[in-house]
């Protein structure tokens, strides 16, 4: 079988080969297709073979009334709708294509324009392109034209406004197989785009249901939907006539509300809209320049650092962006004019203020510059880098009084590449005072920091809590505790988090001064003696805030210290705070910090030179990574609700729902307003019920009995 196969394939290519090189010896010309049925207002066909001196006639022909063929190619020219237009795509190709110049829309009824079609079938004719060369005809194309009108009403583009109905009376999707805008759907018989003739062609194939138009339909009490299959003998007397508005099925979907879109994500940038200068600033409000343009700074968004944000009133930030620079940068905010710094912004009260500018040079760059690659100091050396923006507002009401700019900068050396860390921040100062948010108003709320503060004597010997933080370690990069930052402990949330401190053979050896090198870090994380109570704490009053408690280490225990062995290192800080919730404000509980206390947990610190990397024993100044450690616990203490139960209440259960399968004190519940499980009319009328039923049992029962024959 498969050799059969392959030899008529064999023949196949055989014989169009032959018939290709046939062509070209007898210099004659093909149409392929050479015949074609055209259902579309465009035909295209090719024309092979030498095509150099060929013209193409095209006309209408018919068949013959005695033999039923057409006749043979002739090279005359008839006048047709058709337009024949030639196109040359390669040297022995010629791409012949037909155009119908006629407008397929049906005519509408007493319409007497002539550019439509009197019939759906608009064309039926053959048509004949010859190809011919000095009037004598080489080849010919055969195209059988059978095309339909377009099923478009003839006031299409009149009006592009869409009329929505009353929800109320008609439902909203009155037509939903109405899916053509201005043209006639075929079967959606409620089309209002649809003709009359355009209707009969389908009438009886109309769609059914919802999708075609019948979503309301008549209701079984109407006199019209009678019938003699499914309606009693006195549907007639009790049948009513209404009107189509009082359908039941009509507004079925309809809630009497109106939904406004949203619009949907884009992927697009923002575009900031125009500004709108205000005359009083308040908290949160942008800051406006003499040109009412936005005061910007490099801030971070979404994570991201941007360049140009707005500057909000009263609002403190502190960010810091990390740049790889691998030439000299040019523009802002790396390279800055002084007429980009003293600007002059409005003060928000009528007036205008001045941005006071500092500028200093950075002597040491390591806090800038976190990593490089390649650097020496015979590389490319930028002078004059921006390294950090810090903006001090002094505000008074809704005013700005003054603004000062410390602007930092130094000389940057470049080889390969360089990550740099600029530094923007701005504070608000009422004074001298800056504005610290509260962490609640009164108690503290779940997830804002813990407001601690140190006492300042003032000179009529009373004393001002200074705010500050209470911290724990935010290792970043590497890492190492030379780098890491800290973050302030937030309220209710519980953390544990470290950096790791290089150490040598060398240090071990010191074991005193690695202790307290240990001791100093980790007391830089709280340099605060009290904590607020509250979230909102008056600075001068002190019952607002409680003393800080510190778990002093046993300094009686002799710390017996080897070679490369030092024991009671510091490692671990703990930080255990109390808190109570003293009362609801609109549901929210708000909770007060009772203590807080701070403990450490001593461990020793060795080297491990049993296997794997003994460098550090070997060599003295060769260093190991330690962990350092702080953690964060929040306890609620239980509130004590009244005295201790006695020995009997704690043993007598039988009138106890939580601690007892009956529960009698709850007999009654279900007529309670406390139950929720039904309307409190049903069971109201449930429970009367019961109470009937009782007393009925009880007069008709034997007690009742025995005493009306007493009686009697």
Excluded at 24 to 35: D, G, K
Excluded at 87 to 99: D, F, H, I, M, Y
Excluded at 504 to 533: F, G, P, W
Aim: a negative charge; charged letters at 15%; one cysteine or more.
């Amino acid at each position: 079988m498969a050799n059969v196969l392959d030899m008529f394939l064999s023949r196949q290519v055989t014989c169009v080969i032959l018939f290709i090189s046939l062509t070209h010896t007898q210099n004659t010309v093909v149409f392929q297709p050479s015949h074609l049925t055209a259902t579309r207002p465009t035909v295209t066909a090719l024309l092979l073979g030498n095509t150099s001196n060929i013209s193409l006639n095209l006309r209408s022909v018919s068949p013959s009334n005695t033999t039923g063929h057409i006749g043979p190619p002739s090279c005359r020219s008839d006048v047709t709708e058709w337009v024949l237009t030639t196109e040359q795509v390669g040297k022995t190709a010629v791409r012949v294509q037909l155009r119908l110049e006629k407008n397929l829309r049906l005519c509408g009824e007493n319409e007497t324009d002539t550019d439509c079609c009197a019939k759906p079938l608009c064309v039926l004719e053959t048509l004949q392109v010859s190809a011919c060369v000095g009037g004598t005809p080489q080849a010919s194309l055969l195209i059988q034209a059978k095309i339909h009108a377009l099923l478009v009403s003839a006031n299409a583009g009149s009006d592009n406004k869409t009329v929505i109905p009353n929800q109320v009376y008609q439902p909203l999707g009155s037509c939903p197989c109405d899916l053509t805008f201005r043209a006639c759907d075929v079967r959606c018989c409620c089309d209002k785009d649809c003709s009359i003739e355009e209707l009969k062609l389908f009438v009886s194939q109309c769609l059914p249901g919802p999708f075609g138009g019948q979503a309301s339909p008549a209701p079984g009490y109407q006199c019209s939907v009678q019938s003699s299959e499914n309606s009693p003998d006195w549907f007639p007397f009790l049948c009513v006539n209404s009107p189509p508005e009082n359908n039941p099925y009509l507004g079925l979907f309809y809630q009497g509300k109106k939904i406004t879109s949203k619009p949907g994500p884009s992927f697009q940038s923002p575009v900031l809209s125009a500004p709108l200068p205000v005359t009083a600033y308040i908290q949160g409000s942008p800051i406006f320049s003499l040109n009412d343009q936005y005061f910007t700074v490099p801030q971070k968004v979404l994570g991201q650092c941007v360049n140009n944000a707005p500057v909000a009133f009263l609002n403190n930030f502190k960010v810091k962006c990390v740049t790889v620079l691998r030439s000299c940068p040019t523009g802002f905010p790396f390279q800055t004019r002084p007429t980009d710094l003293s600007i002059t912004l409005k003060n928000g009260q009528g007036g205008d203020v001045v941005v006071d500018v500092i500028d200093e040079v950075a002597i040491d760059m390591s806090q800038f510059i976190s990593s490089t690659e390649a650097t020496s100091d015979e590389g490319l050396v930028c002078e004059n880098v921006t390294l950090a923006l810090d903006y001090k507002f002094y505000w008074k009401g809704n005013g700005i009084t003054s603004i000062t700019l410390t602007h930092i900068v130094g000389a940057i050396t470049l080889n390969r590449s360089v990550a740099l860390t600029t530094r923007y921040s701005a504070v608000f100062l009422n004074g001298e005072l800056m504005g610290e948010p509260n962490s609640g108003n009164p108690g503290y709320q779940v997830g804002r920091p813990v407001i601690a503060g140190t006492l300042d004597m003032l000179d009529n010997n009373t004393g001002s809590v200074q705010r500050t933080s209470i911290n724990v370690w935010k290792p970043v990069s590497d890492g190492l505790c030379s780098t890491a930052e800290m973050k302030p402990v937030l309220f209710g949330e519980n953390s544990t988090s470290g950096c790791l401190l290089p150490v040598s053979r060398q240090n071990l050896t010191q074991c005193d001064l690695l202790r307290e090198a240990v001791a100093s870090l980790q007391a830089a994380l709280i340099t605060a003696t009290y904590v607020a109570k509250s979230g909102n704490p008056d600075p001068l009053t002190m019952t607002d805030w409680v003393n800080i408690s510190y778990v002093t280490l046993n300094s009686s225990t002799t710390m017996e210290d080897t070679t490369s062995l030092c024991r009671g290192v510091p490692s671990h800080q703990h930080i255990h705070v109390w808190s109570l919730i003293t009362g609801m404000v609109e549901g929210i509980p708000q909770r007060d910090i009772r203590v807080l206390q701070v403990s450490y947990s001593l461990s020793p610190w060795a080297l491990d030179c049993g296997g794997g990397d003994v460098s550090p024993c070997l060599d003295p100044l060769e260093t190991k990574l330690f962990p350092i450690t702080s953690s964060v616990t929040f306890t609620d203490v239980p509130i004590n609700t009244g005295p201790p139960k006695t020995r009997f209440q704690v043993n007598f259960t039988e009138y106890d729902c939580n601690r007892n399968d009956v529960c009698w004190p709850e007999l009654a519940f279900p007529i309670t307003k406390y139950y929720t499980g039904e309307p409190y009319s049903q069971s109201l009328a449930k429970g009367l019920i019961l109470v009937f039923f009782f007393i009925t049992a009880s007069i008709l029962g034997t007690p009742w009995r025995q005493i009306r024959q007493a009686w009697t």
